[in-house]
């Protein structure tokens, strides 16, 4: 009988750490996890990538549909290559699609906003691996900066 | 100057003679074939001396440390505006770090001090003798089912002190201080991630499972059967496993979010 | 400096006719790394079916010596048969197997202080058997009805008196009716009751169940009474051994002196040390 209890109790004990992790799964984390099931890869050259880092995310129109994967310099002139891991769901982006480097408010974190462009009979979609051209890197304040001067400087 | 090099050598061949009769102490408990029928008693047994038992420091440790978490990370957010990522800063800070890292260290006081306790006081009083005499492999019988439920208790009662210090900082944050519900999950959703986070803890605290009931374990298997031995051999366990935890963090930490 | 040629000549072959149990051959035993020797050259025959006693002064390493037969100790010289079989050279399985043959009672009792007499006695027949609980509850009772505790088989341990404690290890000793019992000590602390109940029960054992026993002790009187062969153990190893009879007979001073427990003689009063004269003028002088 004693040891009844005792498994009862064990048992008991099982089901809360099992309920906790569920918790934490469905409730704290982010389960939808964009990356964990089938992608795909796309690339893209940036002047500037600002405080973009890896595991970055990349969203259409606020919602994430990936995240930054690998960023390396690329090229005779060293330009940051970003790649972007995509969720298979969302394969039928044109190859006209746009991305720039966002910022999440005045002092968010940075992340990619991808645009997807107009389709037409001549525009095909971006497959795995393909490489999106029509790029706007980061707004770098020192710059911005810079630029307001020069411009007043102009009057 | 030569007495004191050979001080160093006594000290390094006893840590290296004690690891090594620590390692084979475990090998020997949980290398063999397990007999389910005889085992399984013992396990709940052990469970729940180990887990249940401990349950309940864990949840109100939890819970505090949740609510302070709250409230630290309110009164800082507030001064930037950002109180809106007060759920990301309460969910991370618990599931990467304090989450596991405390239950241990309350584990290894809670628990561990008990194992080591038990152990040392069987072998005081020749109950571990007794049971080699009898054809009872002490080690089998005594040792691996302690092992195995601190192993798997571990993990499970770092689980429960996340969810319940979130629930914490819940509390305070949005009930208490009028952060925005839905912001508050929604902004941790967002920054917390299966893989990278939980699954992260979780290897964490099985790691620090391991460590410090084998330490609790082998601190009162090896202990002097005297009642001066026995609580030094406590102490030990606490001390040893506690400092264990904290530098095995570090070096986890840096490989895994490094 | 007493040395085994000091062994009566009359028992200088001791129960050559008899099976032996266990043979300790010359073993050479020492606690940690040689820092403290316990035993030198030491050799014992415990005849088949026999109560032997073994004797010394306290602080002799009497409680080594079952360890050592037991093989929870591994002596540095020598070996040590049980039925033939050098127990020390066996692999682990073998060695548990082998001591299933042999049990030990030991001198706090060690009873499992988490569980009931009841089922301390069941333990080894639970642990080592797959009979069926029916028939593990007659067997326990049988047994804790030899020691007289069948009454007390709901109490935990820490209920028990010393005397008690020591009986229901005792039935849990010879639970699964080993052929060799070892009793440690099993009449120190004991009030002369329970200390006469127990030499009953060595007594009883041995007859009705032909049980090896080795009873180690230093209470002369009691075990005079029912050994049939006697050690004598003394600056690490045998100093003498006998029937009862022939040591009662014996001139040798040293197993004189032990018997009618003299307090200095050919075994020292005084722990070995240099004299008293050289130790406090040493100190002096090396002040």
């Known amino acids: 009988m004693e040891s009844r209890n005792t498994q009862l109790a064990v048992g008991l004990f099982v089901i809360i750490g099992i309920l906790a992790l569920l918790f934490l799964g469905l409730r704290a984390a982010n389960t939808s996890a964009v990356t964990s099931g089938e992608t795909y890869r796309l690339y893209a050259k940036f002047d500037n990538i600002g405080g973009l880092k890896e595991r970055s995310p990349v969203k259409v129109g606020g919602v994430v549909v990936g995240r930054v994967s690998r960023i390396t310099l690329s090229g005779e002139y060293y330009e940051p290559l970003v790649e972007m891991t995509i969720s298979a769901t969302y394969n039928k982006f044109p190859d006209t699609s746009s991305v720039s480097i966002l910022t999440s408010g005045l002092l968010g974190e940075q992340y990619i906003g991808l645009n997807p462009g107009f389709i037409d009979e001549t525009v095909e979609m971006l497959q795995d691996g393909d490489q999106i051209y029509d790029t706007k890197s980061a707004l770098v304040l020192e710059d911005l900066i810079g630029q307001f001067l020069f411009s007043q400087g102009n009057d | ?258 | 400096m007493q040395t085994a040629s000091h062994v009566p000549s009359q028992s200088s072959s001791p129960c050559a006719d008899d099976e032996a149990l266990v043979v300790i051959d010359s073993i050479d035993f020492a606690h940690g790394f040689g820092a403290h020797q316990v035993y030198r050259g030491l050799s014992m025959r415990i005849p088949k079916g026999k109560i032997t006693a073994v004797m010394g002064p306290s602080g002799i390493g009497k409680t080594t010596l079952l360890r050592l037969i037991g093989a929870q100790l591994r002596p540095q010289q020598g070996k040590i048969t049980f039925a033939g079989v050098d127990i020390h050279a066996l692999g682990r399985t073998e060695l548990y197997d082998v001591r299933k043959r042999m049990s030990m009672l030991f001198q706090s009792g060690a009873l499992f202080t988490d569980m009931t007499v009841y089922d301390n006695v069941a333990f080894p027949l639970r642990e080592h058997t797959e009979l069926p609980e029916s028939m593990i509850d007659t067997i326990v009772k049988l047994k804790l009805e030899a020691v007289g505790l069948r009454g007390a088989r709901h109490l935990m341990p820490a209920e028990l008196s010393g005397g008690m404690a020591r009986r229901a290890a005792l039935a849990r000793a010879i639970a699964l009716d080993p052929e060799l019992v070892m009793y440690d000590e099993p009449f120190a602390g004991q009030d002369p009751i329970s200390m006469g109940v127990i030499v009953k029960l060595i007594k009883e054992l041995n007859q009705s169940l032909g049980v090896t026993s080795i009873v180690v002790t230093h209470d002369v009187a009691e075990v005079m009474t029912i050994a049939d062969y006697v050690y004598i153990i003394a600056n690490k190893t045998v100093v003498g051994h006998g029937t009862p009879a022939e040591l009662k007979r014996s001139s040798n001073p040293l197993i004189h002196q032990f018997l009618h427990g003299e307090a200095d003689g050919p075994v020292p009063f005084h722990y070995a040390a240099p004299s008293l004269a050289d130790d406090l003028l040493g100190a002096q002088h090396a002040r």
């Not at chain 2, 770092?158 to 009930?175: D, E, N, T």
């Open chain 2, 1 to 258: 100057m030569l007495d004191r090099i050979a001080a160093l050598g006594r000290v390094t061949l006893d840590t290296v003679a004690g690891a090594g009769a620590a390692l084979l102490m475990l090998l020997k408990a949980l290398i063999g074939k397990p007999n389910v029928r005889k085992s399984w008693p013992l396990l709940m047994q052990q469970m729940y001396a180990v887990g249940v038992l401990s349950l309940i420091i864990i949840v109100v440790s939890g819970l505090f440390i949740g609510m302070v978490l709250g409230l630290q990370g309110y009164n800082i957010l507030v001064d930037f505006g950002a109180e809106q990522s007060l759920g990301p800063m309460v969910a991370l800070s618990l599931l990467r770090e304090l989450g596991p890292v405390v239950t241990a260290l309350l584990f290894a006081g809670r628990a561990g001090s008990s194992l080591t306790a038990e152990i040392g006081l069987m072998k005081a009083t020749e109950q571990l003798s007794s049971l080699e005499m009898m054809g009872v492999d002490p080690l089998r019988r005594v040792i691996a089912p302690r092992f195995w439920a601190g192993f798997y208790s571990m993990p499970l009662l770092a689980l429960v002190f996340s969810a319940v210090g979130i629930f914490g900082g819940y509390l305070v944050g949005v009930r208490w201080l009028g952060v925005d519900e839905g912001a508050f999950w929604s902004v941790m959703q967002a920054n917390v991630e299966w893989g990278q986070d939980i699954v992260n803890g979780i290897i964490k605290s099985l790691v620090f499972a391991f460590v410090v009931t084998w330490i609790a374990l082998h601190k009162g298997y090896s202990c002097t059967p005297t009642s001066v031995g026995i609580s030094r051999a406590t102490t030990s366990t606490v001390v040893t496993a506690s400092l264990a935890v904290l530098g095995l963090d570090f070096v986890l930490t840096a490989l895994m979010f490094g």
